[in-house]
């Protein structure tokens, strides 16, 4: 008689949200009792444990981590016929916030063992028109920002940290989202701090971008009903603060959780056929996704889908091979360690307390022959 097939998913928040239930409705009803459900209490605290967490003097929470990446290029007077050098492998919110402000996205190629932008890259499209970089932190890696902010430093541009994948990360023992002009945070629920729906967060040590911030999430206001500038309706919600704020005050054991996870995957795939994560020698990885890399790729993930084991594939295009991005110019070719990187990468199962036997059978199913 044959065992039941263990079913593995990509992601699980069940019992996470089964843990939390009770202290967040909890929340849902304090905040009703209030009355105060925008700009309220629970978002001004938020934001202040955000700015003590990251290290920065300001964070401005917004409505997502899209808004986040617009309004800092915004509050940091990027627009149209300016250039932003960033990622093709990402998530398309990063180059659409470029577009998003006018300006356009020059697409760099990245480091083949840890996805992140390669500086030497970089460095080499640095223009005229350059007036930004945007590091992501892609899969929860930290970047090499010590070398692109010499870089900006060189020439005068603004550094946006793309965070939106890297809660908790840090750079030579610094958090992530303090090390550039603006850190942009997405808390979509997949991500290493979620809420339950959508949510975003600026952070920066700049009085001059959090001022301007201020006002851009806000429909430009300067009081109310008094307005300097055409700005957006991008505030974060009180209850979405709320449950927030619960999460926040256990994101290390959250990060621990899923780096042990990690090291768990690591002990099991170590010198196996295939590559693993970059751990990077100047920072600590948050894994927001495990992502190792594979020859047969495709053929593996069915496999894997055939044991109802989950997995993802980031990203089976580069933005700058894209329908949206063809009249940039690019070519197949134009930045190969991406493109490589978009044949081979798969994202396997990772979350905080992941069950020691879903690691194993992940493990057993993708090493079949």
């Given at each position: 008689m044959s065992s039941a097939v263990t079913s593995v998913p990509y992601l699980d928040l069940t019992t996470e949200f089964s843990e939390l239930q009770e202290e967040w409705l909890e929340a849902i009803r304090a905040t009703g009792q209030s009355g105060a459900f925008i700009l309220g209490p629970n978002v001004k605290a938020f934001e202040a444990e955000i700015a003590s967490y990251v290290g920065v003097k300001h964070a401005v929470s917004v409505a997502n981590g899209t808004d986040a990446l617009v309004l800092s290029l915004r509050a940091l007077g990027i627009g149209p016929g300016d250039e932003v050098i960033t990622s093709p492998y990402t998530f398309y919110a990063t180059s659409e916030a470029v577009n998003v402000v006018g300006a356009t996205p020059v697409f760099a190629d990245i480091l083949p063992d840890?996805?992140?932008l390669d500086p030497a890259s970089v460095k080499s499209l640095v223009g005229d028109?350059?007036?930004?970089?945007?590091?992501?932190?892609?899969?929860?890696?930290p970047a090499n920002m010590d070398v692109i902010k010499s870089i900006a430093d060189?020439?005068?541009?603004?550094?946006v940290e793309d965070c939106a994948q890297a809660f908790g990360a840090s750079v030579g023992g610094a958090k992530v989202g303090g090390l550039g002009d603006a850190g942009c945070f997405s808390f979509y629920p997949t991500k290493v701090l979620g809420c339950y729906g959508d949510g975003g967060i600026i952070t920066t040590d700049r009085d001059d971008v959090a001022e301007h911030l201020l006002r851009l999430r806000n429909h430009g206001a300067t009081a109310p009903f008094?307005?300097?500038?055409?700005g957006y309706?991008?505030?974060l919600d009180e209850i979405q603060a709320a449950v927030l704020r619960i999460k926040l005050r256990t994101i290390d054991e959250a990060v621990a959780g899923r780096q042990a996870v990690a090291s768990a995957y690591a002990g099991r795939l170590a010198g196996k056929v295939l590559a693993l994560p970059d751990q990077p020698d100047w920072g600590g990885h948050a894994y927001n996704l495990?992502?190792?890399r594979l020859k047969d790729r495709d053929r593996c993930r069915q496999r894997l889908g055939d044991n109802q084991i989950g997995s993802s594939l980031c990203y089976p295009k580069p933005l700058h091979l894209q329908e949206v991005y063809s009249e940039l110019g690019y070519q197949p070719?134009?930045?190969p360690v991406a493109e490589h990187a978009s044949t081979e990468a798969l994202s396997l199962p990772i979350y905080p307390?992941?069950?020691?036997s879903h690691i194993d059978r992940v493990c057993e199913v993708l090493l079949q022959s």
């Open positions: 840890d996805y992140t028109k350059t007036r930004a970089i945007i590091p992501v932190h892609i899969f929860g890696c060189e020439h005068n541009l603004a550094v008094m307005h300097s500038e055409v309706n991008s505030r495990y992502t190792v070719g134009s930045l307390g992941m069950p020691e």
